[in-house]
């Protein structure tokens, strides 16, 4: 019975050279990973440093949870078939709102806000007082959309720069005679300020 032996074609020199070079490339890896992660955490601490003495409130994840689907439910019962700006305003009149001082200073305290006048409830945005089975989307499409602006103005802090001290808005098909000063009309929607009018 013979045996055959196969012979590596590799030398041991071109193993070690082979090894020597798998090894040199892993170190290169591990030093570019260190030194970018460095570079990462330098510039996050010094973005810190920055906001130092900045006002900031830093809130969990679930507060943030929590925010988004109140504002996302607020723009989806109130602008969810309305054009992008639109439902980029509602939630622009619902952050100034949280912002302003004169409402909760939390999102979803602004969008379920009810007042009390002459023995009747008022809530801020309408759909808030309505059946509770109406307050559940029906339309996924339109919630989905909803969401994404919601995250875009929350997270993102996009905003509409004629909408900065958007307070108040209406649908164009009824006049409530605030008194305010008109800002825009956005859709079917037409936005104030807190200030009054010229000329009231």
């Known amino acids: 019975m013979t045996q055959l032996?196969?012979?590596?074609?590799?030398?041991?020199?071109?193993?070690?050279?082979?090894?020597?070079?798998?090894?040199?490339?892993?170190?290169l890896g591990l030093v570019a990973s260190a030194s970018i992660l460095?570079?990462?955490?330098?510039t996050k601490l010094?973005?810190?440093?920055?906001?130092?003495?900045?006002?900031?409130?830093?809130v969990t994840l679930a507060d943030r949870e929590r925010q988004l689907g109140c504002l996302a439910q607020n723009?989806?019962?109130?602008?969810?078939?309305?054009?992008?700006?639109?439902?980029?305003?509602?939630?622009?009149?619902?952050?100034?709102r949280a912002a302003s001082g004169n409402f909760p200073s939390d999102i979803c305290a602004v969008v379920y806000q009810k007042s009390v006048i002459y023995s009747k409830v008022i809530c801020q945005f309408s759909w808030y007082c309505e059946q509770p089975t109406r307050m559940r989307p029906i339309?996924?499409?339109?919630?989905?959309?909803?969401?994404?602006?919601?995250?875009?103005?929350?997270l993102e802090g996009f905003?509409?720069?004629?909408?900065?001290?958007a307070m108040y808005y209406h649908a164009d098909y009824v006049n409530p005679g605030w008194g305010k000063e008109k800002i825009s009309k956005i859709?079917?929607?037409?936005?104030?300020?807190?200030?009054?009018?010229?000329?009231?």
Request: aromatic share 8%.
């Open 5 to 27: 032996v196969q012979e590596s074609n590799t030398s041991p020199v071109m193993e070690r050279v082979s090894g020597f070079f798998k090894s040199g490339l892993i170190i």
């Open 38 to 42: 460095t570079e990462v955490t330098t």
């Open 46 to 58: 010094e973005q810190l440093k920055e906001l130092k003495g900045a006002d900031i409130t830093f």
């Open 75 to 96: 723009i989806y019962h109130e602008a969810g078939y309305e054009p992008f700006e639109g439902k980029v305003a509602v939630a622009q009149v619902t952050l100034n």
């Open 139 to 154: 339309n996924n499409a339109a919630y989905n959309e909803s969401m994404a602006v919601a995250k875009k103005v929350l």
């Open 159 to 165: 905003k509409l720069d004629g909408l900065r001290n």
């Open 187 to 200: 859709g079917r929607h037409i936005f104030y300020s807190d200030r009054p009018a010229k000329g009231s």
